[in-house]
């Protein structure tokens, strides 16, 4: 069989008509005499048009490449083992031949192809001839036969190849392959169930063993000659596994299988088998079937055993937890043990109760090692007599004080304590856990009537309330996780918060109980107050209120307030007020902050002159601060128990002041009419006086952004009225122009927000 890209790539026949005019560098042509067998000189001219003589014309490339490949050449080893053999070619003809030294290599090509229906049969008959001489004379001058030193002989018989073909002025890259070369598996899986013998023990034993075999890159002819041959490997390995167990003890195979069956064998044995085969140990296990005898080498039994003891009313539980192994199966075989794990459990239960009956519980108690010692070397003797190995036994009295010596003691409380106020409390819980490892140093609590984790427990609550009763309510709910910087609960422990200081007390109060790696870990079980307070203090709540001055005169103007406040939190000395909160919606508590607040200065502010009702500098706001603002803060701590701020306070403007400022605005052109009308009269020069005035007022309000022109203001308001006295005629026409187009926006509200600092030498006066 050959794959071939045609061979007239480099060498074609073609026809006289067909003689190209025009060759290309690496082109030639040659005539092939038929009769003569002969590259000759072409005709030309008359020579040729009357030539008799047969002539072929081959064109041949010198630029070309042909690849061929021929399967099927199979090739037998000394061994009997068989490799079917593929040559792959890629051909062109020789290079930096001249087509003189063409000449003869191409005549003796095409003279030999002629016997072949083409030439590639020519090339395969060659290769073929070759393998064949070369394998046969391989054996003949080597050691080993040519299948055996595949990989290194055939590197040989590319070269003899290559050699060959240059005979026709051919050259180019030979390769050799096998077909088993290519089909061999990287891994070979070997798994088998077999029976087995142990040294010192009548029944067989069913195992399995299971390998991986991986191809060793440096043996692969042994792989190559190995191939398909997996059943003889297998029987190999299985012969010499059972004859290599067979040196061993039934002890080793249950308990040392690996250090002294797998790894041993592992590592001389199979390695050397596989290596004859070109192969290497990837993988090896062997496991026992179940059924057979090795199912009961290694078992964990638990029983439970009841005890009466004296001094303790009621029966105690010892938990016994025994793992067995075979360590003699002859003695084993010979006990005649049907059912072990009935067995063992009665032999338990019997080694228990003798060595425990006369005990009390102060001495199991204060001496467990030395009983459970005891009960281990009983059972033990009795089990070795019977070929078995105890390779742990554990003991376990379910008596209290020995499970907080041995596992340990976790306490929980939660319970609810009064702080330094009486009438505020906060619920605590306590998380302690800890050891203790030496029970003698605690005698007193060895007694079955007392638990020694409520005795903890209570200790610890103890000292708990002890600090909570020494505790500002404020405190433990706030500072409980965290002293803000400055700040100090307690003078014996100026750094603590609250729960380090009852971790530190607890901890002093158990030294008692001499308990290794206690922790203590106290916390707030009640996280209402501290969150309600969280969302209170969120935002700015707002409020408006009109009030009307008690100055006696029922026409008095009202005036109207706008109050905005912030909650900042609990109030130290009022907690129980709050307390009393704390079911409360958070809407109810600021409905209860905007009742109180509506209704003290309802009954405040009307009480204070019109002039501090319409404070417009920072004196007159000063004192409505101190009569009305600070007062009604103290009574809402002591209504809610809660801290509020007033971050802003201020009013609206009044009627009276939009209407003077906008008359003022329009006084101009009311004053040119009267001014007309006025003519005749003596009054004419104040009037013009007032008409000064009124304008130097609008520039002075229009410019009074900071207040600077308050004082100006009034002067001039005082000139104005002396002058509208002394002219009866002259009124003051309302204009319905607003305030705001002459005053600036900060100056139109005169709030709280400008006083929460307020100026130390500012001295304004009132208008």
Not at 16 to 37: G, M, R, S, T, V
Not at 196 to 211: A, F, M, N, P, Q
Request: proline share 4%; with cysteine.
């Amino acid at each position: 069989m050959s794959k071939i890209n045609a061979i007239s790539n480099i060498i074609q026949k073609i026809s006289n008509d067909d003689l190209p005019k025009n060759l290309k560098p690496y082109e030639f042509i040659f005539a092939f005499d038929i009769k003569k067998k002969k590259i000759v000189e072409a005709p030309k001219g008359i020579k040729k048009r009357f030539s008799f003589t047969a002539i072929d014309y081959y064109l041949l490339n010198q630029n070309s490449t042909i690849d061929i490949t021929f399967s099927d050449f199979p090739t037998k080893g000394g061994d009997g083992v068989e490799l079917d053999l593929s040559v792959k070619l890629n051909l062109e003809l020789k290079d930096g031949l001249s087509k003189d030294g063409l000449k003869a290599p191409i005549e003796k090509f095409i003279s030999e192809g002629k016997s072949y229906s083409n030439y590639e049969q020519l090339l395969r008959d060659v290769i073929r001839m070759k393998i064949k001489s070369f394998v046969k004379n391989y054996s003949q001058s080597n050691p080993n036969t040519f299948v055996e030193d595949f990989f290194k002989a055939k590197k040989k018989l590319e070269g003899e190849i290559a050699g060959q073909l240059e005979n026709y002025g051919l050259d180019g890259h030979i390769k050799i392959t096998s077909k088993n070369e290519t089909q061999i598996p990287r891994i070979l899986e070997f798994e088998k169930r077999i029976e087995v013998r142990v040294k010192d023990l009548g029944k067989l034993l069913h195992i399995k063993y299971k390998i991986e075999a991986l191809l060793d890159s440096n043996k692969k002819n042994l792989a190559l000659q190995s191939f398909g041959k997996e059943n003889d490997i297998n029987t190999k390995i299985e012969i010499a596994l059972k004859e290599f167990i067979g040196n061993y003890s039934y002890k080793d195979f249950l308990d040392e299988r690996e250090d002294k069956i797998i790894v041993p064998f592992k590592s001389k044995e199979l390695t050397q088998i596989l290596a004859n085969f070109g192969r290497k140990v990837n993988y090896f296990q062997i496991e026992h079937d179940k059924g057979s005898t090795l199912e009961i080498t290694s078992e964990t039994f638990e029983e439970t055993v009841e005890c009466k003891i004296i001094g303790y009313n009621k029966p105690i539980k010892v938990e016994n937890y025994v793992m067995l192994a075979i360590k003699d199966p002859a003695k084993y075989e010979k006990a005649n043990i049907e059912d072990l794990n009935k067995w063992i459990r009665e032999n338990i239960q019997k080694v228990t109760k003798r060595l425990l009956f006369g005990e009390s519980y102060s001495s199991i108690v204060l001496h467990d090692s030395r009983i459970e010692e005891a009960i281990k070397e009983n059972l033990h003797e009795i089990c070795i007599e019977s070929g078995l190995e105890v390779d742990q036994h554990v003991v376990t009295p379910d008596l209290p004080p020995l499970k907080i010596k041995k596992e340990g003691f976790d306490i929980e409380s939660n319970r609810i304590y009064s702080t330094k106020s009486s009438s505020v409390s906060i619920e605590i819980k306590l998380v302690l856990s800890g050891k203790i490892p030496d029970l003698e140093k605690i005698p007193d609590y060895i007694n079955p009537n007392i638990d020694i984790s409520e005795e903890i427990k209570k200790t610890a609550e103890k000292a708990t309330k002890r600090i909570l009763h020494r505790t500002q309510p404020h405190a433990a709910f706030m500072y409980f996780d965290l002293l803000p910087e400055g700040e100090s609960i307690y003078e014996d422990c100026p750094n603590c918060h609250v729960r380090e200081r009852i971790r530190i007390e607890i901890t002093k109060e158990l030294e008692g109980f001499f308990i290794s790696k206690l922790d203590v870990n106290p916390s707030i079980n009640e996280t209402g107050p501290v969150e309600k307070v969280t969302i209170l203090k969120r935002g700015v709540n707002k409020l408006e209120m009109e009030i009307k001055p008690w100055n006696g005169n029922e026409d008095a103007e009202r005036v109207n307030f706008h109050i905005h406040y912030q909650i900042e939190g609990v109030n130290p000395n009022y907690w129980d007020k709050f307390q009393t909160y704390l079911s409360s919606e958070e809407a109810e508590i600021y409905e209860s902050i905007d009742e109180t607040l509506i209704g003290d200065f309802k009954s405040k502010l009307p009480t204070l002159p019109m002039e501090y009702l319409r404070f417009r500098d920072f004196n007159t706001l000063k004192e409505v601060k101190s009569k009305v603002i600070d007062p009604v803060t103290v009574k809402i701590a002591s209504v809610t128990g809660l801290n509020v701020q007033i971050v802003n306070f201020y009013r609206d403007t009044t009627q009276w002041e939009e209407l003077n400022i906008a008359d003022t605005e329009h006084l101009g052109s009311t004053l040119q009419q009267s001014n007309r009308d006025a003519l005749a009269i003596s009054h004419n020069a104040r009037l013009k006086e007032l008409n000064v005035l009124n304008k130097r007022k609008i520039d002075l309000i229009q410019d009074n952004e900071d207040g600077d022109n308050d004082d100006a203001i009034a002067d001039i308001n005082k000139k104005i009225i002396e002058i509208t006295e002394e002219i009866p005629n002259f009124q003051i026409s309302k204009g319905k122009r607003h305030l705001k187009k002459l005053k600036s926006p900060e100056k139109k509200d005169f709030s709280l927000g400008y006083f929460k600092e307020l100026p130390e030498n500012k001295n304004t006066e009132e208008e």
